[in-house]
């Protein structure tokens, strides 16, 4: 029998049917936002930016005499360059890549390559790259990147994920809920506080992604600024490289070695990854929740549950969230535990791992799509939250023990331990021994009052307020 057909490396390419990755696969069209980024398009994208800016400030030094200052036409092209460049010359940069065998060399030449025919910018040629080592463009590149994906991406789908919640929170503010402490019943709260408690979580952490300083640094082979001095000793370096990263919006690093120590990469991720724990806490709250019928979920026509079982409804969202954030998080503490640490002045181990950056983000985007599409199916069940509350009447006693305490009954605590602990305690039960009890007549008839569903302190306004 003859061998089946391979595909070609085109049909793969093309084909998310034969994609390896489940980003580029399965889930592709839910990092849509991220391949720009992230891709290898991406980040010769990002390099040839640098390396065209790095030119045109080069330009605009007057210490540079051998390199006269664009006209406005040349500026124009240059930005131009790097502005509209296309997957097209992608592929062109990584024909040249071919040859050289080395990715930044393939982007130098694709740039000389494209203004060679250019009067004015032919001469500059030899300023492109210059006095540069890879890594100087590297680095710069990745915290552009970085720096789009945390705006554009990162950030707004956090705030949406925390918008969903506030409103579920807010409308749920007064829904008792009884608390499960170490999975046994515990003081009431209501289903709004609760999630208000992760909508402050989220936001803090949000906090911290949006305050990490994307640093970067362009100081030659060793940090040292050796080939920059060689050439234009009247220069100052320092200065000039410091203008040029925080022109590029990102914060400059004066001591490095030939990387930049990507410490900066490690905070990022660890900050992205203490956000992801927070919503794999929730994912796995809201599972048990749907498991208790806290929480029905919104049918779709058509979809299916089980291959066997008819009748499941599952909440596959919060675990596909739940596995993707857990893939996302064991990249960003590999990154965290990886990336700070270079032999010597540099060895070339950053430069694979790097390149999972858009994978790690990747499963974190999945992750959170999941999750907003599971929120948005949750309808809440208050018959049954308000039927655990019924059949709970024993968290109450912490509510009467403390009454007593305040108004100096003896041995409160014990005294409501063993009326409750392994007991089953009714409403009944509950106001008899209350009835029993030596109280001023307000605070009897107050306990008398209270039930486990509206024994729920302040939860409700601190729902409203989040």
């Given at each position: 029998m003859a061998p089946a057909a391979r595909p070609s490396p085109a049909d793969m390419s093309d084909s998310a049917l034969l994609a390896l990755s489940p980003l580029d696969g399965?889930?592709?069209?839910?990092?849509?936002?991220?391949?720009?980024?992230?891709?290898?398009?991406?980040?010769?994208?990002?390099?040839?930016?640098?390396?065209?800016?790095?030119?045109?400030?080069?330009?605009?030094?007057?210490?540079?005499?051998?390199?006269?200052?664009?006209?406005?036409?040349?500026?124009?092209?240059?930005?131009?360059?790097?502005?509209?460049?296309?997957?097209?010359?992608?592929?062109?940069?990584?024909?040249?890549?071919?040859?050289?065998?080395?990715?930044?060399?393939?982007?130098?030449?694709?740039?000389?390559?494209?203004?060679?025919?250019?009067?004015?910018?032919?001469?500059?040629?030899?300023?492109?790259?210059?006095?540069?080592?890879?890594?100087?463009?590297?680095?710069?590149?990745?915290?552009?990147?970085?720096?789009?994906?945390?705006?554009?991406?990162?950030?707004?789908?956090?705030?949406?994920?925390?918008?969903?919640?506030?409103?579920?929170?807010?409308?749920?503010?007064?829904?008792?809920?009884?608390?499960?402490?170490?999975?046994?019943?515990?003081?009431?709260?209501?289903?709004?506080?609760?999630?208000?408690?992760?909508?402050?979580?989220?936001?803090?952490?949000?906090?911290?992604?949006?305050?990490?300083?994307?640093?970067?640094?362009?100081?030659?082979?060793?940090?040292?600024?050796?080939?920059?001095?060689?050439?234009?000793?009247?220069?100052?370096?320092?200065?000039?490289?410091?203008?040029?990263?925080?022109?590029?919006?990102?914060?400059?690093?004066?001591?490095?070695?030939?990387?930049?120590?990507?410490?900066?990469?490690?905070?990022?991720?660890?900050?992205?990854?203490?956000?992801?724990?927070?919503?794999?806490?929730?994912?796995?709250?809201?599972?048990?929740?749907?498991?208790?019928?806290?929480?029905?979920?919104?049918?779709?026509?058509?979809?299916v549950g089980s291959s066997t079982m008819p009748h499941k409804v599952n909440p596959i969202d919060f675990e596909n969230a739940e596995g993707n954030f857990g893939i996302a998080n064991a990249l960003f503490e590999h990154f965290s535990a990886k990336l700070p640490i270079s032999r010597w002045q540099r060895d070339l181990t950053d430069s694979t791992v790097l390149r999972a950056l858009g994978t790690a983000f990747g499963h974190s985007q999945v992750a959170l799509d999941s999750l907003a599409k599971g929120l948005g199916k949750l309808e809440v069940n208050p018959q049954r939250l308000d039927a655990d509350l019924d059949a709970a009447w024993e968290v109450l006693a912490e509510a009467v023990q403390t009454v007593m305490r305040r108004h100096g009954l003896p041995n409160p605590y014990e005294q409501l331990k063993a009326l409750t602990r392994g007991q089953g305690i009714t409403a009944e039960s509950m106001r008899a021994f209350v009835q029993g009890l030596e109280l001023p007549a307000d605070a009897k008839q107050r306990l008398l009052e209270m039930t486990p569903g509206s024994y729920t302190g302040l939860a409700e306004s601190l729902a409203k307020k989040i």
């Open positions: 399965r889930y592709a069209g839910k990092v849509d936002a991220l391949r720009p980024i992230f891709s290898e398009y991406g980040l010769i994208k990002a390099r040839i930016t640098v390396e065209v800016e790095w030119l045109l400030a080069l330009a605009a030094e007057p210490g540079i005499v051998e390199l006269a200052p664009f006209s406005d036409a040349a500026i124009a092209r240059l930005r131009a360059l790097a502005a509209s460049f296309s997957p097209a010359q992608a592929a062109r940069v990584k024909e040249i890549e071919r040859t050289t065998n080395h990715d930044v060399k393939a982007v130098e030449y694709f740039i000389k390559e494209q203004l060679k025919d250019d009067a004015e910018l032919a001469p500059a040629l030899e300023f492109v790259h210059f006095a540069c080592t890879s890594e100087d463009i590297n680095n710069l590149s990745y915290g552009l990147m970085l720096e789009q994906a945390r705006r554009e991406v990162l950030l707004p789908t956090l705030d949406g994920i925390a918008n969903s919640l506030r409103s579920l929170a807010h409308a749920q503010a007064g829904q008792p809920m009884l608390s499960r402490t170490h999975g046994q019943t515990a003081s009431p709260t209501t289903l709004g506080k609760e999630l208000a408690n992760v909508v402050a979580r989220l936001e803090r952490q949000r906090r911290q992604i949006a305050a990490v300083e994307l640093t970067g640094k362009i100081n030659g082979a060793v940090g040292n600024y050796n080939a920059h001095i060689a050439s234009y000793p009247d220069v100052d370096w320092p200065a000039f490289a410091e203008r040029f990263v925080t022109g590029l919006g990102l914060v400059f690093n004066p001591y490095t070695t030939q990387i930049e120590p990507h410490d900066n990469i490690a905070e990022i991720g660890d900050a992205a990854r203490r956000a992801n724990i927070i919503l794999i806490d929730l994912a796995r709250d809201i599972w048990g929740y749907v498991s208790l019928g806290y929480f029905k979920q919104r049918l779709k026509e058509g979809e």
